[in-house]
T-cell receptor, first 111, second 112 residues
Framework: RKEVEQDPGPFNVPEGATVAFNCTYS??????FFWYRQDCRKEPKLLMS???SGNEDGRFTAQLNRASQYISLLIRDSKLSDSATYLC????????????FGAGTRLTVKP | NAGVTQTPKFQVLKTGQSMTLQCAQD?????MYWYRQDPGMGLRLIYY???????DKGEVPNGYNVSRLNKREFSLRLESAAPSQTSVYFC???????????FGPGTRLLVL
């Protein structure tokens, strides 16, 4: 089983739609969680960190479910510019630099 | 403020050749990383450096060596390139462990 698993998609949604991605992780001791965004042939960039209590940044909401070992990303009112691959990132060990990346979920927002 | 820079952007090597990928950051970060990204695999950590003067193996270190030249620079060396090392290589840095990582633009490497 991979340490971090994501549905690769693609998710094809119309503008204005709400879309949600899940990501599961295998190590129950994992300490920190992130969502990164990667545009085609570009470098990954941080979208948001994921906190235990859940957090929101504009149209984006991230949730952590430790009991079921998954994190989620909800995008409301999708824009064309949201088209990208979304990477789930988990740090499996406390106080360690070893981040583990999921393979990514591809989102295409269509007019 | 350039962030994280990488050279070269593209490289073609023949099997057995060697090369060094260069990475530099101007954010005064302590930690630096080298990843490779292959289709369907996600980014995999090759080596990291938690601070100047230290380096540690990541998930896929075989066939690579690294040098943390100073706080700014972290290089990745392929001593004898193999076709399996064809990939996109990203360098990243963060202020400290578990914090946001900032990535360079990547190096696309093809080994024939």
């Amino acid at each position: 089983r991979k340490e971090v698993e994501q549905d690769p998609g693609p998710f094809n949604v119309p503008e204005g739609a709400t879309v949600a991605f899940n990501c599961t992780y295998s190590n129950s001791a994992s300490q920190s969680f992130f969502w990164y965004r990667q545009d085609c042939r570009k470098e990954p960039k941080l979208l948001m960190s994921v906190y235990s209590s859940g957090n929101e940044d504009g149209r984006f909401t991230a949730q952590l479910n430790r009991a079921s070992q998954y994190i989620s990303l909800l995008i409301r009112d999708s824009k064309l510019s949201d088209s990208a691959t979304y990477l789930c990132v988990v740090n499996p060990t406390y106080n360690n630099n070893d981040m583990r990346f999921g393979a990514g979920t591809r989102l295409t927002v269509k007019p | 403020n350039a962030g994280v820079t990488q050279t070269p952007k593209f490289q073609v090597l023949k099997t057995g050749q060697s090369m060094t990928l260069q990475c530099a950051q101007d954010m005064n970060h302590n930690s630096m990383y080298w990843y490779r990204q292959d289709p369907g695999m996600g980014l995999r950590l090759i080596y990291y450096s938690a601070s100047e003067g230290t380096t540690d193996k990541g998930e896929v270190p075989n066939g690579y060596n690294v040098s943390r030249l100073n706080k700014r620079e972290f290089s990745l060396r392929l001593e004898s390139a193999a076709p399996s090392q064809t990939s996109v290589y990203f360098c990243a840095s963060s202020e400290r462990a578990q914090e946001t990582q900032y990535f360079g633009p990547g190096t696309r490497l093809l080994v024939l």
